[in-house]
């Protein structure tokens, strides 16, 4: 006869009978990271083969668990996880990748700008602008702290180097004591490749940020109208 030690016995050892295997083990025995470049090494990844192309996936302990509970419905192998565990592993791999790589699938192409037959590279910082001169283009680089022109059209086929150039002499010409500031503004103005065009857009602030005095830069912006008649 049976006493109720054994029957509790049995009921344990049939509950546990009826429990599914657990394959935790073997999954993490398999999926152990050997390779010395990954950021998971000697932890446990997922190599994506047929998906992701060899991409390591680290596994953590919500998708061991997960990938476990779906192998006996035959979702997933020891070799393959189910859908909804690869597709954890791929969102949380994807969340925590380091900045440099996420540069790395997201090339961007550095603007480039050309004056006076010079071609520069600049910051993705600064924006560029078209304007045109006859037939030729020319790419005006500002920033945010810098040239707030627009461009326009510049209905001439002359040199817009030569016209600041001869623009300058017309001021000195009229008020020589200030030559050296002039021409300090000269150097300047064609450092950043402007015309007499954009001359006429530069505001206080654009002078300031050039370094070139409020009140040069006033009389240059004012008189550029003035300069053209008398040359016309």
């Known amino acids: 006869m049976k006493t109720t030690t054994d029957r509790l016995v049995e009921e344990a050892t049939e509950r546990d009978n009826e429990l599914p295997a657990s394959h935790i083990q073997a999954i993490l025995e398999r999926w152990t990271c050997n390779r010395k470049g990954c950021r998971n090494h000697a932890k446990h990844c997922f190599v994506d083969s047929i998906n992701g192309g060899g991409k390591h ?5 919500d998708d061991v ?10 979702k997933a192998t020891i070799e393959i996880p189910s859908d909804r565990v690869r597709a954890s592993m791929l969102s949380k791999s994807e969340r925590h990748q380091p900045q440099s790589e996420k540069m790395k699938t997201r090339p961007q192409q550095e603007p480039t700008i050309i004056i006076n037959n010079h071609t520069h590279l600049n910051s ?31 209905p001439s086929d002359s040199d817009p180097d030569a016209d600041i150039d001869s623009y300058i002499n017309w001021h000195i010409e009229k008020t020589p004591k200030h ?54």
Not at 57 to 61: K, Q, Y
Not at 199 to 224: A, C, F, H, T, W
């Open 57 to 61: 996936l680290p596994i953590d302990s």
């Open 65 to 74: 668990r997960n990938w476990n509970i779906d192998i006996p419905s035959g």
């Open 124 to 154: 993705p910082r600064r924006s560029y602008r078209s304007v045109q001169h006859g037939n030729s283009e020319e790419n005006v680089g500002s920033s945010p702290h810098r040239m707030s022109m627009k461009s326009s059209p510049v």
């Open 179 to 232: 030559e050296d500031l002039l021409n300090a503004a000269k150097m300047k103005l064609l450092a950043e490749g402007m015309t007499l065009k954009t001359l006429r857009k530069l505001s206080n602030q654009d002078y300031k940020s050039i370094d070139i005095p409020i009140g040069i830069g006033m009389r240059l912006s004012d008189e550029v109208k003035v300069y053209k008649k008398g040359r016309d």
